[in-house]
Protein backbone atom coordinates (compact mmCIF):
# COMPACT_ATOMS: atom_id res chain seq x y z
CA UNK A 1 0.00 0.00 0.00
CA UNK A 2 1.40 3.27 -1.15
CA UNK A 3 1.00 6.36 1.58
CA UNK A 4 3.05 8.92 -1.03
CA UNK A 5 -0.08 10.81 -2.13
CA UNK A 6 -1.52 10.85 1.65
CA UNK A 7 -1.33 13.86 3.70
CA UNK A 8 0.42 13.80 6.77
CA UNK A 9 -2.36 14.74 8.82
CA UNK A 10 -4.51 12.04 7.15
CA UNK A 11 -1.37 9.72 8.42
CA UNK A 12 -1.86 10.67 11.89
CA UNK A 13 -5.70 10.58 12.00
CA UNK A 14 -5.44 6.80 11.07
CA UNK A 15 -2.59 5.81 12.83
CA UNK A 16 -4.40 7.44 16.13
CA UNK A 17 -7.57 5.72 15.53
CA UNK A 18 -5.54 2.51 15.45
CA UNK A 19 -3.98 3.13 18.77
CA UNK A 20 -7.33 4.44 20.20
CA UNK A 21 -8.73 0.79 18.85
CA UNK A 22 -5.67 -0.81 20.48
CA UNK A 23 -6.13 1.08 23.73
CA UNK A 24 -10.12 -0.09 24.00
CA UNK A 25 -9.19 -3.44 23.02
CA UNK A 26 -6.73 -3.84 25.87
CA UNK A 27 -9.09 -2.14 28.08
CA UNK A 28 -12.45 -4.64 27.77
CA UNK A 29 -10.06 -7.52 28.67
CA UNK A 30 -11.43 -10.00 26.02
CA UNK A 31 -9.46 -12.78 24.36
CA UNK A 32 -11.51 -11.05 21.24
CA UNK A 33 -9.81 -8.13 19.85
CA UNK A 34 -11.24 -5.88 17.42
CA UNK A 35 -7.26 -5.03 16.31
CA UNK A 36 -5.86 -8.12 14.90
CA UNK A 37 -3.13 -8.52 12.75
CA UNK A 38 -4.03 -6.72 9.17
CA UNK A 39 -4.67 -3.88 11.30
CA UNK A 40 -1.21 -4.44 13.12
CA UNK A 41 0.27 -4.58 9.43
CA UNK A 42 -1.45 -1.34 8.10
CA UNK A 43 0.00 0.28 11.61
CA UNK A 44 3.36 -0.70 10.62
CA UNK A 45 2.94 0.30 7.01
CA UNK A 46 1.69 3.85 8.53
CA UNK A 47 4.48 4.16 11.58
CA UNK A 48 6.92 3.59 8.38
CA UNK A 49 5.45 6.03 6.28
CA UNK A 50 5.26 8.90 9.19
CA UNK A 51 8.91 7.78 10.23
CA UNK A 52 10.46 8.72 6.84
CA UNK A 53 8.11 12.02 6.71
CA UNK A 54 10.10 12.63 10.49
CA UNK A 55 6.38 13.00 11.84
CA UNK A 56 5.71 13.10 15.94
CA UNK A 57 3.46 10.55 16.95
CA UNK A 58 2.79 8.04 20.02
CA UNK A 59 4.07 4.50 19.01
CA UNK A 60 1.19 2.26 19.91
CA UNK A 61 1.47 0.00 22.62
CA UNK A 62 0.43 -3.37 21.16
CA UNK A 63 1.93 -5.71 24.35
CA UNK A 64 -0.42 -4.06 27.55
Do not use: C
Not at 26 to 54: C, I, W
Amino acid sequence: MSFMQSKDEHLLAFYENIRRQVELDQQTGSPHRLAGEGVKRYADMLREEMNRRHLRFTPIDWHR
